[in-house]
């Protein structure tokens, strides 16, 4: 049996004031899904989408440490650093953590201009993330490009594997005069 700790939408009976739409634990083809919720304060203001985030750190966390101590831990980096909580079980239970590479942060906020490149914020997220990957017994990364670029934050070469989650183009087929 497999546990599976997930986000859940603002309409979560466990999001504060949310209609129920998703059942908080279900089973879903041998795996147990136990869902948190988070507060709804929205993406209007960055103050209301930092108590969102934080909310949903904390009830994770909480949940994911009083599961039964489980032999591995995958983690995405959406929402980023939530692998943090995998370093943690880690550390405190001896789960093994593997990241599964969408995003590379901080680099994604120096991208979108959200963080400056050499401010103190970048080096402390920076550092935040060379600690994740040193943790992870593996990392799965997307593709050649972003395994040099995580080589290149930190990540140990020898951790990760390449994963394409996409289909090669010359293998997808035009029908109906759709351009491809």
């Not at 709804?40 to 960055?46: E, H, I, L, N, S």
């Not at 880690?90 to 991208?111: C, K, Q, S």
């Not at 080589?151 to 140990?156: D, K, Q, V």
Request: hydrophobic fraction near 50%.
């Amino acid at each position: 049996m497999f546990d599976a700790v997930s986000a859940a939408s603002p309409e979560c009976p466990l999001a504060f004031g949310g209609a129920e739409a998703f059942a908080a634990e279900e089973t879903i083809n041998g795996v147990n899904v136990h869902r948190v919720g988070a507060t709804g304060f929205g993406r209007g203001r960055a103050v209301g989408r930092l108590f969102d985030w934080v909310s949903f750190y904390v009830l994770a966390m909480v949940k994911a440490f009083r599961l039964p101590r489980m032999d591995v831990c995958v983690a995405l980096t959406t929402p980023p650093f939530i692998a943090l909580i995998g370093v943690l079980l880690r550390r405190f239970r001896g789960t093994r953590l593997i990241l599964w590479t969408m995003d590379l942060y901080p680099e994604v906020t120096v991208a979108f201009d959200v963080v400056k490149e050499r401010s103190l914020l970048r080096r402390f997220l920076a550092r935040l993330s060379r600690r994740i990957y040193r943790s992870s017994s593996g990392i799965i990364s997307l593709g050649e490009v972003m395994t040099e670029r995580l080589i290149e934050a930190g990540a140990p070469a020898d951790r990760i594997t390449a994963v394409h989650n996409w289909v090669p183009r010359e293998s997808v087929e035009q029908s109906d005069g759709l351009t491809v």
